[in-house]
C-alpha cells in the first residue's frame, strides 16, 4: 500500500483524511479505516456512517481522531467495519471543527475545552448516571483501548448496562459464572476470580465475577490480560450497589 | 487411547501442571492423569459443564479456542478436541497458565487430527446402519410430538435458563436411545430433565408444565 495506489487508499484525487471522513460519513458506510504515516498507524471505526471509535497508539476515542487529524499526508485504506464500543459520541462535524480548534490553541499556547458528550454517551445512561461507582467503572473500561464492549450484570445475571446490542451474550455471560462456580464446588476451591475465553478469531471473553457484579469484557486480539486486570483493580474493588 | 495417554503424559511435565484428562460427553472421562492431591475429584462434572460452556459458545456465535478459571488454588483450563470432548487441564495457581494452554492446544491439535484419522476409518463403518436409524426415527417423530419437545424444552428453559437448548439436546440423544419417539414416552424424558433442576421448586413448576403439555 503506498500513497499513490489508488486501489488501497492514500490521498485519492487530493481529498484529504477530514474530507474522506466526511465523504465516509455522508455515504453512510460501515468500515475501519486503516491511517498510516511514518511508522505510526491509526484506526477510525464507522458504523452506518457514524464515527463511533478511534484508536491510536495508546489513545481511543476522540482523542486518537484528534492526533490521526495532526498527521501530515497521511496514507489510509478501508477494511471491512467492526463491532465496537462507542467512545465517541460527538457528531464528526463537531468532531473536526474541534481538531481544527484544537490545532489553532496549540500554535497559540492555549488549552482546548471539551464539549459534553451527548445523551448518547455510555456514561449517561439512566443506570450509569446516578451511580458514582458505576461512572468511575465504565470510565475506567472505556478507557482500556482493547475493550471492543463491555456487560455489566448482576449476581442474578440481570443487565445493569452494556454497550453492545447483543442480547444473547450476557446470558453466555452469566452460564459461565455458573459454571465457574459449579467447578469451584467440585474442586473444592474459591473463585471464580476470573473467567477467559479465547476466542478462535483471536478476540478474549474475559468475566470478572464480583461481589456486586459480573463484568464482562469482550477484547480485542491485542489485549493482555494482566493489564486489563491491573487497570480495573482499583475499581473492581469498590463496592458497586446492585 | 495410546495417543491420548501420551497426550497427557506430554502436557504432565509442563511446569504447573496438577492434572489433566480428556473427557467425552457420551463416553466420560476417556483418560486421566492426575495427581494424588487431585485423585479424587469428579472430573465428569467438570467436563459437562465445560462442554456444554463451548456449546452454548457456539449458540451464540463464539468459537471457542479455550476456557480458563481461575480460582485460588489452581486454574482450570479446558481446551475442545471436538464438538463433544474437551482436554481438560489443571494447574496450580502460580502456573504460567498461557504457556500451559498454548503447549496444550498444540498437543490437542496435534491429538485432534489423529482422532479425526481414527474416526473417519470407524463412521464409514457405521454410517450406513447409523443413517437407517436416524430416518426411522425422523419418521417417528411427527410434527405433534415435535410440538410437544419445543414446550418442555421452553419449560425446561424456564427453570434452569438458556442452557436448557443444550441440556436438552443432551437428553433427547439419551431418551431415543432407550425407545421409539413417542408422546407416550414423552414423560420419561420429562423425568430424566428433572435432574437437572436442583431448587425443588422450579422442579415441581417444571412437572406441573410438563404435566399440563401432555
Redesign the interface.
Known sequence: MGQSNDNAGGRIGGVSLASFLQMLEQERKTCTLVVESEDRSGRLYFNEGDLIDAECGEDVGQEAVYTLLTWQGPSFRVTEGEDRLRRITLPLAHILLQAATRQDELQAGEEDKEQAPTASSPLESPAVRNNPALRKLVETIISIPEVRHYYLLNRQ?KMITQSSS?T??P??I???V???I??????K?????????????GDM?LVFPGAGMIIGLQLDGKASVSSVTAKLRPVLTRQVPR | MIGMRKLLQEIAVIPGVTGSCIFDKKEGALCKNLHQD?SG???E??GI??I??LQ??S????????????????T?IGIPLDSDSVLIT?CDAQANCSLV?TTAGMLAADMRDDMERDLSVTTSTEQEPESEAENNDEKEEDTFIQVQLDEVEQALASAI???AAVVMQDYLARWRQAGPSTSARVPELADMLLQEIGNPELARIFSERVRSIL
Open positions: 445475571g447483543n444473547k451474550l446470558d453466555f452469566t452460564y459461565s455458573v459454571s465457574g459449579q467447578i469451584r464446588k467440585v474442586l476451591v474459591k473463585g471464580p476470580h476470573r473467567i477467559q475465553l479465547n476466542l478462535e478469531n471473553l | 487431585l475429584t469428579n472430573l462434572t467438570v459443564h465445560l456444554r460452556l452454548m459458545g449458540m451464540v456465535g463464539l468459537a471457542i479456542s479455550s476456557s480458563h478459571f481461575r480460582f485460588d488454588r489452581y482450570v489443571i494452554a435458563g438458556p442452557v
